[in-house]
Structure formats: structure tokens, C-alpha cells
């Protein structure tokens, strides 16, 4: 009760000087605000990368066709890539559970009736569903028999659903991609975002024969999903791919590939990258104003103590001891803090919700952030309070009084 | 009440110190009115400091209501001086912005257990000062006089034994000084313990007792057989302004 009476003084002292209240906690302001967006950052990117992990499938490893570095997919003029090496892996290699080899082509128009739109039109096999975990929503999926059969038929993503037939059940309609009809047999599951941030419901499915014979006119595969029976072996197969396809490929040691494994380790380094900097920035922001702030406020409280030095004595004549002194002028800064601290979350908060208006960072407040502020305006005021309460404690009251 | 045996206070150490009370011995006994004279230099400040616990004697031994506070800490003097001494100073220490009331509450905050009576007792020691109808008046709204008057009720909002006021008419004019040791007489008559230290012949003659201090010493302590009254010389100086 004494302590909370002694703090309460602490207190009055900010309410009477409001202007000196604010300059004291905007530094613990800004920096608390920067810190809820910094770590809101990190927390969206970690979110981002798991949703993207999540989707590109946790146990697949793509080959994709053409050399090169990391994602952006496969090189569509690279033709080495062909049925015969999804062959021999599926033969030569343990620990595949599915594998699926696909033909595909970006930007092909497609129309029904007067409805238009662009999409990646993937030829595959029956098996594409069970790599991608990713099966018709409505009517079926590619089948075996589609494949025999050059069958014109295609199952459409929820994007191009939405697009081409808003209104009625697409399946049994037809569309035109180029200038082949294309009987629509079903609409896909949702996906959402690829791991290169692309639209994955943007796309269209088609039998891998009649792709690679009717439409692209090709004999080469883009890439080779593969998913194994378990996380463990990803490292193993990876390994055990790149190596036949060296031999098969007749690639030496210091030549360059002309394909790529990318897998969920590739994915997730990719969705992180773009938004280091920022963050480091930001952080290093964060840090700096409550540094800042804190030695402002304490410019500020060691001020406050010149001007109160007669209030000091007094308040030791009626009988404050040098620990009452020291208590009153750390309430002070901690309330400060403190309320720099409410202040700053708020405005972060209030970031957090403008700025994914103005950019495509993910962003997700969450309670660690706050307990994190709180921490940091608690360090600041206690750090920064210290030396100006220490120094109010530390007056000689006699002379404080003269 | 008090009692002091050769209390010594020296500023400084070796070469450079300067002895400022060189052996000061007293008893003051409860409810006296004592007038503590000396010109400036003598060491009635420094005396006035080491009585109130507002700093420490080089040496000797201070009983203060039978306690030695010689060998008292920080938050043991502290204490005392909140629950046993009521200080009334020449500059007020009124803080500003704050009203009577406030003002007079102060000491509570540092006391042990706050006073279920609180405002009651701020109230009755604004009555017992004569500023009964200033309660919600800021220091700065208030004259010379009536800012000490206040200073005087925050000295007895904790019902202390001892009040100690240093030069406390020096920052007024005559008639708010007479005004102020008129409180202190009363407060005498009320039977309480009453320490003033003035340069001021004329400030003392209303004590019952005045110590003299000349160099660090007692020089001369006296009973003042007929003491000068406030209120008489009020009046006189009504008569004067209206003829």
C-alpha cells in the first residue's frame, strides 16, 4: 500500500507534465511499434513458408527440366527430359511411393462460349492426383483409360471455374484450349498459393498423351513429380536421382545440369527470402528507438530530478526514505514505458492491418509479439530509470532544501 | 523530549576540516517553546539539521524521545522523521499546482498505514492554522503568510512531538510573521513541543526559553520570563492602521 501510495506520486508527476510525458515515451513508442511489425513479419513469413511447404507437399521432390538455380519452374525449352527417365527411376530407384511425369504449357487461352481466360495447361498421367495428394472436387480425375485412349478431355482448377463457367456445374461442358475442344470431366480441390506465390487453381488438366500428341506436339517432359514413402528418404532419393541423371544424361562432373531437384527445404529458403532484409531492417529500427527512447528518457528524468531537487528534500523531511525517492522516480519511468509500450503495440497493430493493403508482406500479430514489447518497455524503463532515480535517491537532503 | 550531549559536527576531514558544532549540550523537555538565537555562521542551521535527522552529528549523542539516533539508518530516520518531527522551513516547500489540501496530506503518503481519517485531520489542522476557508487554494493563490500557515498544518498533519521551523518568519512581512508565530503560540498552548531557530531578537522574545548560540557553541540559555505576544502586537498594529 506505502509502495503503490509512493508510485502514485511517480504517476501524478507524469499527469502534470504532459508534453514532457510524451517526448519521454515516444521512443519506447516507435520501438514497440516496430517491433510488433517486425515480429509480426517474421511470424507471417514463418506462416507463409508453412502454407507453401504445406502445399508443394512436404514428401515431393520435383525434377524439373532445364539447369540453373532454385524455383521459378521448369525451362520449357529444355527437351532432355523425357517418359524413359520417369521410367528408369521408377525402376532403379527405393522408397517412391508415387511418381508422376507431366508435359505443361503456360499462357494457353482458353474459351467457352463467350468466356475467356489464360491458364497452365498440365498433361499428366492417372497417378499426377495421388503425388499431389490433389483429386477431383467434382466429376473425376485423369484416368488411366484418358491416357490409352488420347481421350479430349480435362479437369479445371477452381480458378478457371470461376472464370469460364461462374455460374453452372462445368462438368460434361466443353471448352477450347487453341483450337481443340476439350470435354471438362471435373473441377479440382482448392489449393491456393504456389510456392512461387502463382495461383495454383489457375490451371487445367489434361491426359499426358493427348498433351504431349494433340496440343503440344512434343516428346519431352517438363518435370517428374516425385513423392516418397517417407520424410527420412527425401536426402537418399534426391541423391539417387541426381546420380542416375548424370549417368543418363551423360553429364560430367563439371558440367552443368540440365535439370533441377527441388524440394520443400528449396521451397521453404525461397518463400523466406524476400523478406529478410526487410525484417533485419526494421528490427535494427526497433532496436534503435528503444535505445534512443531510453536515453532520451533518461536525459528527460535526470532533468526532472534537477528541477525537483527542493520537492526531493522536502520529501525526505517528511519522511521519505531513499529507497521511497528511488521507487517514486522508477514508477515514473516504468509508467512511461509502460504506456509507450500500450501506445506502440496499438500503432503496430493498426500497421499490421494498413500495411498488407500497400504490399504483399504477410503479416500475423501475435501474443509473443506483446509479451515481447512488454518485456522490451520493462528492460528500457528499468534500465533507463535506474541512473536518475539512483541519483534523486542519492541527495543530500540538507542541501537539497537550501 | 531532547537531549543532546556534546554533539559535534565538523565538515570535511584533515587538514581542511572545519568544525562547525564543537560540543553542544541541552535537554529540551516536552511542550517547551524554545527559541534557538545565533547570527548567521554560528551553526544554528547546521544544529536545526542534525535535530531534525536531516544529517548526522561528527559526535556525541542525541536522545530523541529516549532513542539514540546516532546510530540509526537511513530508513530509521526516515521514519522518525515522518511519525516524530513536523518541519516548517523559511522557503515554505509548498509544492506548486497543488492545492492546501494536498499539500497537507504529504506526510501521510510516507507513513506506515494510511489514516482511515485522512481528510478529517488535513481539514482540522487547516482549521487549527486559520485557513479553514483556503482548503482548495493553490500555494501560488495564496499570500506569504498563508503558505507558511499551510506548511505549518502539513508539519502537524502526523501529530508530531516536536515541530522545528528554521527562520520561518524570515520570508514574510511583519504582520504575516506575527500571524505565524501567533499559530506557534497557540500550538504552544496546545501543549505541544515547539523548536524555532531565528537570527531574529525579536522572533525569539516569543519563545519561553532562548539558547544562544555563538561558534559552535552555547552561549547563553535563558528562560524569557514575560514572552512577547503575537496576538497583542496584532491588535497594535490594527489600532495604528486605522488612526
Known amino acids: 500500500m506505502r509502495m503503490l501510495r509512493i508510485a502514485g506520486v511517480g504517476i501524478e508527476a507524469l499527469a502534470a507534465h504532459k508534453l514532457r510525458t510524451f517526448l519521454m515515451m515516444s521512443g519506447t513508442l516507435v520501438g514497440v511499434a516496430a517491433l510488433t511489425v517486425v515480429m509480426a513479419m517474421g511470424k507471417g513469413t514463418e506462416r507463409k513458408i508453412m502454407e507453401r511447404v504445406e502445399n508443394f507437399g512436404p514428401r515431393a521432390i520435383m525434377l524439373v527440366a532445364g539447369g540453373g538455380k532454385d524455383v521459378p519452374g521448369p525451362d520449357l525449352t529444355t527437351t532432355t527430359l523425357t517418359l524413359r527417365d520417369a521410367e528408369a527411376i521408377r525402376q532403379n530407384i527405393g522408397g517412391i511411393e508415387a511418381i508422376a511425369p507431366a508435359a505443361m504449357q503456360r499462357h494457353m487461352p482458353i474459351k467457352a462460349g463467350a468466356a475467356q481466360t489464360q491458364a497452365v495447361i498440365f498433361a499428366c498421367e492417372s497417378n499426377w492426383h495421388h503425388a499431389w495428394d490433389w483429386y477431383a472436387q467434382l466429376g473425376e480425375g485423369i484416368t488411366d483409360d484418358d491416357n490409352a485412349m488420347l481421350a479430349r478431355v480435362c479437369v479445371?482448377?477452381?480458378?478457371?471455374?470461376?472464370?469460364?463457367?461462374?455460374?453452372?456445374?462445368?462438368?460434361?461442358?466443353?471448352?477450347?484450349?487453341?483450337?481443340?475442344?476439350?470435354?471438362?470431366?471435373?473441377?479440382?480441390?482448392?489449393?491456393?498459393?504456389?510456392?512461387?506465390?502463382?495461383?495454383?487453381?489457375?490451371?487445367?488438366?489434361?491426359?499426358?498423351?493427348?498433351?504431349?500428341?494433340?496440343?503440344?506436339?512434343?516428346?519431352?517432359?517438363?518435370?517428374?513429380?516425385?513423392?516418397?514413402?517417407?520424410?527420412?528418404?527425401?536426402?537418399?532419393?534426391?541423391?539417387?536421382?541426381?546420380?542416375?541423371?548424370?549417368?543418363?544424361?551423360?553429364?560430367?562432373?563439371?558440367?552443368?545440369?540440365?535439370?533441377?531437384?527441388?524440394?520443400?527445404?528449396?521451397?521453404?529458403?525461397?518463400?523466406?527470402?524476400?523478406?529478410?532484409?526487410?525484417?533485419?531492417?526494421?528490427?535494427?529500427?526497433?532496436?534503435?528507438?528503444?535505445?534512443?527512447?531510453?536515453?532520451?528518457?533518461?536525459?528527460?528524468?535526470?532533468?526532472?530530478?534537477?528541477e525537483r531537487t527542493k520537492e526531493i528534500g522536502l520529501r525526505r523531511a517528511i519522511g521519505a526514505s531513499q529507497p521511497d525517492v528511488f521507487a517514486q522516480f522508477l514508477a515514473e519511468s516504468l509508467t512511461v514505458t509502460l504506456w509507450g509500450m500500450v501506445v506502440g503495440v496499438l500503432v503496430g497493430w493498426g500497421l499490421c492491418t494498413v500495411l498488407p493493403r500497400f504490399t504483399p508482406m504477410p503479416l500475423v500479430i501475435s501474443w509473443e509479439s506483446i509479451a515481447l514489447a512488454a518485456g522490451a518497455a520493462v528492460v528500457v524503463g528499468t534500465f533507463f530509470g535506474i541512473q536518475p532515480a539512483r541519483r534523486a535517491a542519492r541527495l543530500n537532503p540538507v542541501e537539497a532544501l537550501r | 523530549m531532547i537531549e543532546l550531549n556534546d554533539i559535534t559536527r565538523t565538515y570535511g576531514n584533515g587538514a581542511a576540516a572545519t568544525p562547525v558544532l564543537k560540543g553542544i549540550s541541552f535537554t529540551i523537555d516536552g511542550g517547551e517553546y524554545v527559541a534557538i538565537m545565533g547570527t548567521s555562521g554560528t551553526g544554528k542551521s547546521t544544529l536545526m539539521n542534525v535535530l531534525g535527522l536531516l544529517d548526522r552529528a561528527s559526535g556525541g549523542r542525541y536522545l530523541l524521545d529516549g532513542t539514540d539516533v546516532t546510530e540509526l539508518d537511513d530508513k530509521q530516520l526516515s521514519r522518525l522523521r515522518n511519525k516524530k518531527l513536523g518541519f516548517v522551513f523559511q522557503q515554505f516547500h509548498l509544492l506548486e499546482r497543488t492545492s492546501a489540501r494536498k499539500n497537507v496530506l504529504l506526510p501521510l503518503i510516507y507513513a506506515k498505514e494510511y489514516p482511515d481519517d485522512a481528510d478529517e485531520r488535513a481539514q482540522q489542522a487547516l482549521v487549527t492554522v486559520g485557513l479553514a476557508d483556503r482548503v482548495d487554494y493553490r500555494p501560488n493563490e495564496l499570500s506569504g503568510g498563508q503558505q507558511q500557515r499551510v506548511a505549518i498544518a502539513r508539519a502537524l498533519i502526523n501529530d508530531p512531538e516536536l515541530i522545528l521551523a528554521d527562520e520561518p518568519t524570515g520570508n514574510l512581512d511583519r504582520r504575516s510573521g506575527l500571524e505565524v508565530l501567533d499559530v506557534f503560540k497557540r500550538l504552544h498552548e496546545q501543549g505541544r513541543t515547539i523548536l524555532v531557530v531565528s537570527h531574529d531578537q525579536a522572533v525569539a522574545e516569543h519563545a519561553n526559553r532562548v539558547i544562544v548560540l555563538e561558534d559552535g557553541r552555547v552561549a547563553e540559555d535563558r528562560r524569557v520570563g514575560q514572552p512577547r505576544s503575537a496576538r497583542a502586537e496584532l491588535e497594535q498594529l490594527k489600532l495604528e492602521a486605522q488612526s
Do not use: C, W
Request: proline share 3%; glycine share 8%; aromatic share 6%.
Open chain 1, 156 to 306: 479445371i482448377g477452381q480458378t478457371v471455374r470461376e472464370e469460364l463457367f461462374p455460374d453452372t456445374d462445368p462438368v460434361g461442358q466443353y471448352l477450347h484450349v487453341g483450337n481443340v475442344r476439350f470435354k471438362v470431366k471435373g473441377v479440382l480441390q482448392k489449393r491456393g498459393t504456389s510456392p512461387m506465390g502463382t495461383d495454383f487453381d489457375n490451371r487445367l488438366l489434361i491426359p499426358l498423351t493427348t498433351g504431349m500428341r494433340r496440343l503440344f506436339n512434343q516428346d519431352h517432359l517438363s518435370y517428374i513429380r516425385i513423392k516418397v514413402a517417407d520424410v527420412s528418404q527425401l536426402g537418399a532419393v534426391t541423391r539417387d536421382v541426381r546420380q542416375l541423371l548424370h549417368q543418363r544424361h551423360r553429364i560430367g562432373p563439371a558440367e552443368e545440369d540440365d535439370f533441377r531437384l527441388i524440394s520443400a527445404e528449396i521451397i521453404a529458403r525461397f518463400a523466406a527470402g524476400s523478406s529478410r532484409t526487410l525484417s533485419i531492417l526494421l528490427a535494427v529500427l526497433a532496436g534503435l528507438s528503444l535505445l534512443v527512447g531510453g536515453v532520451v528518457l533518461m536525459n528527460i528524468l535526470l532533468i526532472a530530478v534537477k
